[in-house]
């Protein structure tokens, strides 16, 4: 997968921040895109911005046989998908004990079941093929615990043991399997964290741009990387950080009061360059 030129790949959550800015990259470099979303406004407006002609297709990926008809019509149109970008997610912020189930079972279907409805669906046409490789987003919090986001941590989490297995089980067949691990990105889901009571530990610096993560997934696609930290720093201490479950307990209060007296200044900035 060193030479992407001319390949083809499904983009989940195109119309989102860090999936506009994956279909800018790849579209720069040759490669056929098939872009996917529930909004239809904004997978055009995506589209725009690009210089081929790329597929839109609208598709609920919680909607088992709207993922298989956006995989074969895909296939149809660019002969075959090369490469999988799960970026489609949400988050619902709240402590648990508020959490209502239907806002719980809404993460859990999209975020986790999502990514591997899609995964599965472009496994036979990878096979098929001779090989590709799967991306999904996870999150920090897929590494240490996000207070206020409980379910959307427990997907995050679910998402890295999901891609290390089945990434263990592919490689067989030629198809490469990364996640990739974001700190705070400046994207409008960060924005709606910022008013509506997400973690404080979101706050704790100022968020990265979009485009940092799209060339974190190009990095782990040419690369076959299993796992990518954006920034690298911050994934060490969160790695370090979970040998030693038991201080967790005792840290995240002082991060959490730091990233409390920042969140003020982060939500400034994003409604600065959000609209």
């Not at 472009?122 to 590709?132: D, R, T, Y």
């Not at 592919?170 to 924005?191: C, E, Q, R």
Request: hydrophobic share 45%; charged share 20%.
């Amino acid at each position: 997968m060193k030479n992407l030129k001319g390949r083809t790949a499904i983009i989940t959550g195109a119309a989102g921040g860090i999936g506009t800015q994956v279909a800018r990259l790849f579209d720069g470099i040759g490669i056929n895109l098939a872009l996917t979303d529930i909004h239809a406004e904004g997978l055009e407006k995506t589209a725009a911005g690009l210089s081929g002609n790329a597929l839109r297709i609208v598709c609920d990926i919680t909607d088992r046989a709207g993922v298989q008809a956006l995989v074969n019509e895909s296939a149809g149109r660019f002969g075959t998908v090369d490469i999988l970008v799960n970026t489609a997610g949400i988050i619902m912020p709240a402590l648990f004990e508020d959490c209502a189930y239907e806002d719980i079972e809404k993460q859990l279907r999209i975020n986790l079941m999502g990514a591997i409805t899609c995964s599965k669906e472009v496994i036979p046409v990878m096979k098929k093929s001779g090989g590709g490789h799967i991306v999904t987003v996870s999150s920090m919090a897929g590494i240490v615990p996000e207070t206020y986001s409980a379910i959307y941590t427990a997907t995050k989490f679910a998402l890295r043991g999901f891609s290390l297995t089945i990434g263990i089980e592919l490689k067989k067949y030629g198809i490469g399997v990364s996640a990739i691990f974001p700190d705070s990105v400046a994207t409008p889901m960060l924005k709606y964290e910022a008013s509506h009571g997400g973690s404080p530990l979101t706050f704790l610096s100022q968020p990265q741009a979009p485009s940092v993560v799209a060339r974190a997934i190009l990095k782990a696609i040419i690369k076959n990387r299993a796992e990518v930290y954006v920034p690298a720093s911050t994934g060490v201490f969160s790695k370090a950080i979970m040998c030693w479950p038991w201080a967790v307990t005792k840290i995240w209060p002082v991060l959490e009061h730091l990233g409390s007296k920042n969140r003020a200044h982060v939500e400034k900035t994003l409604g600065e360059i959000i609209p």
